[in-house]
């Protein structure tokens, strides 16, 4: 089946350099069982998913001169075994080499002449655990009816679903004659679909005026956000080298539920102050200028859910929308629960606040949810200029409860973000059984003392939870 790529697609296909990839990636640490996760069960997993997110058997084919948007097709040489690879980290088989190899893997772009993602089977890590990292192309997951390949193959049970069995034929490859027949074809019937599109609107205007009250409130959030400007001079903002460094941090979820019912603000408020904290000692660290009305500007997207939308969720379903949320951390404030007050005053004002998802909502949602949110995250920054903001912060609820891949318990969860144009930063916060796991993406060059970042926002967290005595 040929399904041409709609317009953000296309545009996360092209916009893509050696410098900046466009993937999201995810690592996984799981426990390793005493049978062991073979190569073998984890391609069977994989295998049985792969009917819930067809695009991860298509590749691009572009059309010729560029005359329209690419267009997904079956690929006939679709091989399992080139995506879903295998590597072991050499003795002792640290947290620090895997990171190592974390880096190395996301700074190669994906190959286009296939489809757009890879897993790696990660063994040899110390005590008695494996990881699972992936990367798919931004264009590849939507979070509509395009799903992360991380969101379907974890389970809530050890023992897997049962699956039916999956007979796929991939579709006969159009030519490039058929390919550049089809981009006239919608050349000449472009007008009579636009006016096709302008009259359903209508209807759905005269029929559900609330959907005229959403489309008013979406248009005034990025209205707003457009007004904000250039964010201001940052070290975060240079030019990016094709290398990475990449490091983790993990912190328990119970600290930012007692602080929550202490400052009666929400996780999310918490968090983004941790990091400005974080961000204000690591810039004193590096001899920068920090004066006391001093603020480093990160897109922050929230994950909103539509109240209509709780019960129904799932595969090939919206799961979440995500709206963009500019907020200018005060990284010259001294006070940490002053700065948390700015923070909390910020996202107060922010439209979508009281419809934020929480963990409580996602575990209604089938599979693991926050590799698509992430992806949707990263979705909607990309639609903004990078000079809006100096730093991408994406921060979505997991699973409060322990999950499975292919039968293994689910340890330790890792968003993978990608850099940005010019920035030389961005976090991926997910929260999961009781804790949050930060995944802390950076240059190498520029940001090559990303490894204090852990310490630092322990060190944030603790003068929080140190104020909240």
């Known amino acids: 089946m040929v399904t041409r790529l709609s317009a953000p697609d296309a545009t996360f296909f092209h916009l893509e350099n050696t410098a900046t990839p466009m993937y999201v990636g995810s690592l996984s640490i799981l426990r390793r069982p005493r049978s062991g996760l073979s190569y073998e069960s984890l391609l069977a997993t994989v295998e049985q998913r792969l009917p819930q997110i067809p695009r991860y058997r298509q590749k691009v084919r572009e059309v010729t001169l560029g005359l329209a948007r690419p267009v997904w097709v079956d690929d006939p040489d679709f091989d399992i075994t080139y995506h879903i690879r295998r590597s072991a980290l050499p003795s002792p088989g640290s947290d620090a080499q895997l990171h190592d190899l974390v880096a190395r893997l996301g700074s190669r772009p994906l190959d286009k002449t296939r489809p757009l993602w890879e897993m790696y089977l990660v063994e040899g890590l110390t005590k008695n655990r494996v990881a699972i990292y992936t990367k798919s192309h931004q264009a590849l997951v939507n979070g509509m009816t395009a799903l992360e390949i991380g969101h379907v193959i ?7 679903p049962e699956f039916g069995e999956d007979i796929w034929i991939p579709a006969r490859e159009p ?13 000449v019937t472009r007008p009579t679909a636009q006016l096709g599109a302008v009259r359903d609107a209508v209807t759905d205007v005269a029929t559900n005026a609330g959907q005229l009250v959403e489309m008013g409130r979406r248009f005034a959030d990025v209205a707003r956000t457009v007004a904000r400007g250039t964010a201001p001079n940052s070290p975060l903002n240079t030019r990016v080298s094709r290398n990475r460094r990449f490091t983790v941090a993990s912190h328990e979820l119970e600290d930012y539920r007692r602080m929550r019912a202490r400052y009666e603000c929400n996780i999310n408020d918490i968090l983004l102050a941790v990091v400005a904290g974080a961000l204000r000692n690591w810039l004193l660290s590096r001899g920068e200028p920090v004066g006391p009305t001093t603020t480093v500007r990160a897109m922050a997207p929230m994950s ?26 005060p990284v010259g404030e001294g006070n940490a ?81 990608p850099l940005l144009h010019n920035q030389t ?9 009781g804790m949050l796991y ?18 630092l926002l322990r060190e944030s967290l603790d003068e929080l939870l140190e104020a909240a005595r």
């Open 154 to 160: 974890v389970d809530r049970t050890q023992k897997a």
């Open 175 to 187: 030519s490039d004659r058929r390919l550049l027949l089809g981009a006239v074809g919608d050349w």
């Open 304 to 329: 909103v859910y539509p109240d209509a939308e709780i019960d129904s969720a799932g595969p090939g379903q919206a799961i979440s929308e995500v709206a963009p949320f500019l907020v200018d951390l």
């Open 337 to 417: 629960v002053v700065r948390l007050s700015q923070i909390s005053h910020a996202t107060e004002s922010h439209p979508t606040a009281a419809s934020l998802v929480d963990a409580r909502t996602i575990v209604t949602l089938s599979g693991f949810a926050p590799p698509t949110l992430h992806a949707m995250g990263i979705r909607v920054a990309t639609t903004f200029s990078a000079r809006q903001f100096n730093l991408l912060i994406t921060n979505v609820p997991g699973a409060q409860k322990q999950m499975y891949v292919a039968g293994t318990k689910l340890l330790e969860t890792y968003a993978v973000p």
């Open 425 to 433: 930063l961005s976090i991926g916060v997910t929260s999961y059984n």
């Open 438 to 455: 930060f995944g802390i993406n950076a240059d190498r060059d520029a940001m090559s003392d990303v490894d204090v970042l852990p310490g």
